[in-house]
Structures are given as C-alpha cells and as structure tokens.
C-alpha cells in the first residue's frame, strides 16, 4: 500500500502560501499573517519546504536523496510525505486543487 500512495503522490506538485518568514542562526521561523501564529521548522521541514518551489514531490524526494545517501529511499519517500501532510495541516503549504481533497495515511 504504501509503494502505491508514494507513486499517486509524487507527482504532485507542492506550493508554498504567502507567509512571513525569517530567519536567525539556528532556527527558521514562519509567521502566520491571518492567526500571528508562529512556527518553527527544523531542518528537515526546513529543507523540504524550501523544495517547495514548483518542484513536484519526486523531485523533492530526488534533491534530499543525494544529500541523505545514507537513508533508505522508500523511508525517505515516506517521509517527505508525512512531513508534506505536516506542513499542508499548519498551514504552510498547498497540495494541489482546493477541490480536489487530497487524503493519506501513513
């Protein structure tokens, strides 16, 4: 099941919304304008919401995979998606059509 969701889910392309950023030495901060929320990314969301710039998720997948060489590509798959999810549910990223409900479950 999980080699299926992968393949469904990797051509879609993630987009990042308008957001305030900034950044100091150790951390990268996001402020939500609409709930002043702020959010802290580490620096793995960090990479892979920076990917976020009209890349599609294989290709994301595809940047982190030879800067992870050590990782196993499926977990790394998987966890591109997981941290995707995380990032669509606060906010910071849109994955696709807001008609189309994209649901998953790993």
Do not use: W
């Amino acid at each position: 099941m999980e080699d299926y969701v992968i393949e469904i889910l990797s051509g879609i392309t993630p987009k990042k919304l308008p957001l305030m950023k900034f950044r100091d030495e150790n951390e990268f901060l996001i402020v939500q304008e609409n709930t002043k929320k702020i959010l802290v990314l580490n620096s793995t969301a960090r990479e892979i919401y920076n990917l976020c710039d009209g890349k599609s998720v294989n290709e994301i997948i595809k940047s982190l995979s030879s800067l992870y060489s050590d990782v196993d590509n499926k977990k790394l798959s998987i966890d591109v998606l997981k941290c995707l999810r995380d990032l669509k549910r606060r906010g910071l990223v849109d994955l696709g059509n807001k008609n189309e409900r994209i649901t998953y479950n790993i």
